[in-house]
């Protein structure tokens, strides 16, 4: 059907400040290259395949016993072609032991393969104060000297480490309770609760929410958690496009107009589900149009803020307080202790009444061990540094050193040629490296000079648009910062990555008073 192109007026009054986000275009001839690539490794792979089932190559794959060959397959060979052929080429850029904090620097166990990446074996050496550029630590609050580490030593010595129980049976502490009061005068909510696992929070607290008869709209990058959550809930999924609010609108309309498949009764419920920072598109979500959208169709929103709470906002707040909303707008605040507080857990906080109901119908409230002590007091007190009720400013000026950080590395990374995706204010940074054949390439080479960076690939990105992902730290100094991003410049010129032809999409970098938006009818 032709593309045909509405205007309309509004929503531009939503934003209290620039709203500027690039997604380059992928230039033709990288674009083929890139394909020509993969086409190239799958007809090898195929040939290494014809070789290993005649017993010419030497195969290391999972497989049956031969005494089960006549079963139904238990490892799909088909389905494992692309971790065998491709992954396996490049697998040496992926589970790098360390053996320290994984702070701004860390220590990495190097270790050697004589089976082309089939297995690994430590050659003893440890490389030394790599650069960290991959961890989510985004406040540098992942740190084995200080007060957030002196405290959480105390109460494993007055606690211990493990609960063995729930936190409804004989499992709750009351720095347990302590910290759930703290997170919800964090968020500026009625009431929040935890979770040992950020993961978990979203896959079992999403099917206590919504069932059958209940329709989700999902931004087609959610993560894997909001993803499974979403299926295991039994609900009726449909995906609008990556923060465009024309197709999430256009399927609210629908949804409202058509009711449910077959009977066409209204549904349950409407609950649109968005991620604050999108982790590998550096994207932030146009939180301001989504609540609009949310109160005038009277749908419910679950905010995944797992990247943007601390990193985001000038209190560090997250998403709602970088765009200075009313936290009671977001119905289902969600997040995660694991990156900016240097922890592990997530939480949902909201109303009081939609916590007292999780606590009796969220699978990992009711079956889930309680979290650890010294975890627990890692979050109370990182959280109480970032409020100042510490007595100090350390939070602040992490949260300021944070923001200054992102805006500097992206810059310089742009003004280099390369092509960056996402918000100019998110600390995740995605560069591009298409090619399958410069993932490895790019990773080895920067540890070749001890910068240590994630390299990513198919399935996790569209098959042609592989890249790296810096994760910036208020950590990070300027001399680092300026170390690192030579050595990027030194490795782009060498692999040829600077692929940016400066033409920035302006329908997706439009300013913030800009209110014209495109809806594009398929």
Not at 186 to 214: D, W
Not at 401 to 414: D, I, M, P
Not at 486 to 492: C, K, L, M, P, T
Request: hydrophobic share 40%; charged share 25%; aromatic share 10%.
């Amino acid at each position: 059907m032709s593309g045909t192109i509405h205007a309309a007026s509004y929503h531009g009054s939503l934003y209290s400040r620039p709203f500027i986000e690039s997604f380059e275009e992928t230039p033709m001839l990288v674009a083929v290259l890139t394909y020509m690539g993969y086409g190239i490794l799958t007809i090898f792979g195929y040939l290494r395949d014809f070789l290993r089932h005649w017993k010419i190559e030497r195969c290391h794959i999972a497989r049956e016993k031969e005494e089960q060959k006549d079963f139904v397959p238990l490892y799909q060979d088909f389905e494992n072609f692309y971790t065998r052929n491709l992954y396996m080429r490049i697998r040496d850029n992926w589970n790098r032991p360390i053996c320290s904090v994984p702070g701004a620097k860390m220590d990495l166990m190097e270790r050697a393969s004589h089976d082309y990446n089939w297995t690994f074996e430590y050659t003893g050496r440890v490389v030394q104060d790599v650069i960290n550029l991959g961890s989510y630590n985004y406040l540098g609050f992942a740190e084995n000297t200080g007060p957030c580490a002196d405290s959480a030593a105390e109460v494993t010595m007055k606690y211990g480490v493990g609960i063995a129980s729930t936190r409804q049976e004989i499992g709750n502490l009351d720095r347990h309770e302590e910290m759930e009061k703290l997170v919800a005068k964090f968020l500026g909510v009625e009431s929040a609760m935890a979770f040992g696992m950020g993961f978990a929070t979203n896959s079992m607290n999403i099917p206590a929410l919504a069932g059958k008869g209940c329709l989700i709209l999902s931004d087609e990058l959610n993560h894997a958690s909001l993803v499974l959550g979403a299926r295991l809930s039994g609900s009726t999924i449909r995906v609008f496009k990556h923060n465009n609010m024309q197709s999430l609108e256009k399927l609210l309309k629908e949804a409202i107009v058509h009711g449910q498949p077959r009977t066409h009764r209204p549904w349950k419920k409407i609950l649109i589900v968005v991620e604050g920072i999108y982790s590998m598109e550096g994207s932030i979500v146009r939180l301001p149009e989504v609540i609009a959208l949310k109160k005038r169709y009277r749908a419910y929103l679950y905010l995944d803020e797992a990247h943007s709470i601390g990193a985001l906002g000038p209190r560090g707040r997250g998403v709602v307080d970088y765009f200075g909303l009313d936290p009671c707008d977001v119905d289902v605040m969600m997040g995660t202790f694991t990156k900016s507080f240097g922890a592990a857990g997530g939480y949902i906080a909201g109303k009081r009444e939609l916590i007292e109901y999780l606590r009796s119908h969220s699978h990992s409230a009711v079956y889930a061990t309680s979290m650890s002590p010294p975890v627990v007091e890692q979050i109370i007190t990182s959280m109480k540094c970032i409020m100042g009720e510490d007595g100090t400013t350390i939070g602040c000026d992490r949260v300021r050193q944070l923001a200054e950080n992102t805006v500097y590395f992206r810059k310089r990374l742009r003004e280099m040629g390369f092509i960056i995706y996402g918000n100019n204010d998110s600390p995740v940074v995605p560069m591009m490296l298409y090619m399958p054949a410069k993932i490895g390439a790019f990773g080895r080479e920067m540890l070749k000079r001890n910068i240590g960076v994630v390299v990513v690939g198919f399935p996790a990105t569209p098959i042609i648009e592989s890249r790296a992902r810096f994760c910036i730290s208020a950590a990070h100094t300027n001399d680092m910062l300026d170390r690192a991003l030579s050595v990027i410049s030194e490795v782009g010129d060498l692999l040829q990555l600077k692929y940016s032809r400066h033409r920035i999409q302006p329908s997706l970098a439009r300013p913030v008073d800009d209110n014209v938006y495109e809806d594009i009818d398929d």
